[in-house]
């Protein structure tokens, strides 16, 4: 049984920078495709980044070039590496596995079945 949990949110004025953490157990997650998303108030939860098990890593448009997600095998950790945040980027942030190496193209929260308990970000 797969367990995620995230770290590392907390409260930044806009320009500022976060990493946000999420510790595995269970499985090793380098073997997966993994995704950060987030979901701010009202809205549906939506894809921030993901990374497949070949190191292959996808997007969403308004992070590209200020957010990076990278892997810690040895740690079984996944990285959400935040930079020049704005308050638009105010969300919950949740990681998530999905059992197969590579990630869909167009990534949506039901592809997912593993989901950690979110980490919140706020940027003023």
């Known amino acids: 049984h797969v367990q995620l949990v995230e770290s590392g949110g907390g409260s930044v004025q806009a320009g500022g920078s976060l990493r946000l953490s999420c510790v595995a157990s269970g499985d090793t997650i380098g073997r997966y495709c993994m995704g950060w998303f987030r979901q701010s108030s009202g809205k549906e939860r939506e894809e921030v980044a993901t990374i497949d098990r070949d190191g292959n890593t996808e997007y969403e448009t308004s992070v590209k070039g200020r957010f990076t997600v990278s892997i810690d095998n040895a740690k079984n950790t996944l990285y959400l590496q935040l930079n020049n945040l704005k308050p638009e980027d105010t969300a919950m942030y949740y990681c998530?596995?999905?059992?197969?190496?590579?990630?869909?193209?167009?990534?949506?929260?039901?592809?997912?079945?593993?989901w950690g308990q979110g980490t919140q970000v706020t940027v003023s």
């Open positions: 998530t596995l999905r059992r197969g190496g590579y990630c869909p193209r167009s990534p949506r929260a039901p592809d997912f079945g593993y």
